[in-house]
Each structure stands twice: as C-alpha cells, then as structure tokens.
C-alpha cells in the first residue's frame, strides 16, 4: 500500500496522471478533464500521379480505414458524398464537376479493419506561388454534425471541429502550368 501511494504521489508531483483502460485530457483554457474516445478512422489519400496539369482535376484515391475491433457505420450523402471531404489548403478545392440530382442520407457499414474507398477529384481554385501543393483531406460523416441546406447544398455546420473530422495523412503534388 505505501509503495502505491508513493507511485501516486510521485506521478502527481510529475503533473501525469494515469489510469488504466480510458484516455483523458485536460483543457489548458477551464483545467477541466474529460475522457477522450479514440478515433475509429483513419483517412489515407493517395494521389493517381505526382504531377498534374493546373487545369485538369487533380484525383486521389481516398481511403477511410475502420481501426478499431468492432463495425463502425457512418451515414454519408448517397449521391454527393464527396461533401464529406474537404481539403486543408486554401489551394485546393473539391472538384466542380461533379453533379447529384437525387441524394439521401445512407448509412454505410465499414467492418472491423476494413475500408470504404473511392476516388475524389479536386482542382486548384487559387493561384500557386511555387510548383508544389501540400494538403490533408478531412472526412467528416454526416452522423457526426447536423447538417444545413444553403445554395440548394446540405453542408456540414462544422468542418473544422478535430473532435467530429478526421485528418488524412500528407500528400504533395507538382502542379504543371499550362
């Protein structure tokens, strides 16, 4: 019992505390802690090729992996799904092309170490100082936010929120000028 208490108060004195299963984080604004799930995805994006023309859409393969040991579900726009995917450089944006005349939310099961993959095209929408972009792709399912219908679009209310998106890895591309 002493060499416990010892343990305790020496992870104490250290700032860490530790528990044995839950993760838990403190905010550094309010000092109140709260239990922080694990993220049940993993975003990898791929692009088709390394180099793209400035006015051609620019393809990735994006894969959303289930990590954990269990189903997951997610609920994603049957038609325009790509609206769950949004680009972290101001430089690219979700291609334009893309048309959706009949939507509704689908839920679709991802099982234990599966993935659901498809192919997203974007564009660059903004002028590129140097030949090279860099940029991550956030996944974020309609389950995980309340949606709103604006410009004849439902969109996600938050897309910046690291607590209901999930990050892809980094990918580069060289931008080729016409």
């Not at 180099?51 to 620019?58: K, L, R």
């Not at 997951?72 to 949004?86: A, I, K, M």
């Not at 498809?118 to 940029?135: A, G, I, R």
């Given at each position: ?35 922080v799930k694990a993220k049940p995805f993993q975003v990898t994006i791929t692009p088709t090729k390394k180099a793209f023309h400035t006015n051609e859409p620019i393809c990735i393969y994006t894969k959303v992996e289930n990590v954990t040991e269990t189903n997951q579900t997610v609920v994603l726009w049957s038609c325009s799904w790509w ?96």
């Amino acid at each position: 019992m002493k060499t416990r208490l010892t343990i305790a108060l020496l992870a104490l004195d250290c700032g860490i505390i530790l528990f044995a299963n839950p993760i838990f984080a403190m905010d550094s604004v309010t000092n109140l802690v709260e239990q922080v799930k694990a993220k049940p995805f993993q975003v990898t994006i791929t692009p088709t090729k390394k180099a793209f023309h400035t006015n051609e859409p620019i393809c990735i393969y994006t894969k959303v992996e289930n990590v954990t040991e269990t189903n997951q579900t997610v609920v994603l726009w049957s038609c325009s799904w790509w609206e769950q995917f949004r680009s972290t450089s101001l430089q690219i944006k979700l291609w334009p092309g893309y048309h959706c005349t009949a939507n509704a939310p689908l839920s679709v099961e991802i099982p234990a170490g599966k993935s659901w993959e498809k192919e997203l095209k974007l564009w660059v929408s903004e002028p590129v100082l140097t030949n090279t972009v860099s940029f991550q792709i956030k996944f974020v399912p309609l389950d995980y936010v309340q949606p709103r219908f604006e410009d004849g679009h439902f969109t996600p209310l938050v897309l910046n929120d690291s607590k209901i998106s999930f990050l892809s890895n980094e990918a580069t591309i060289d931008l080729i000028s016409n």
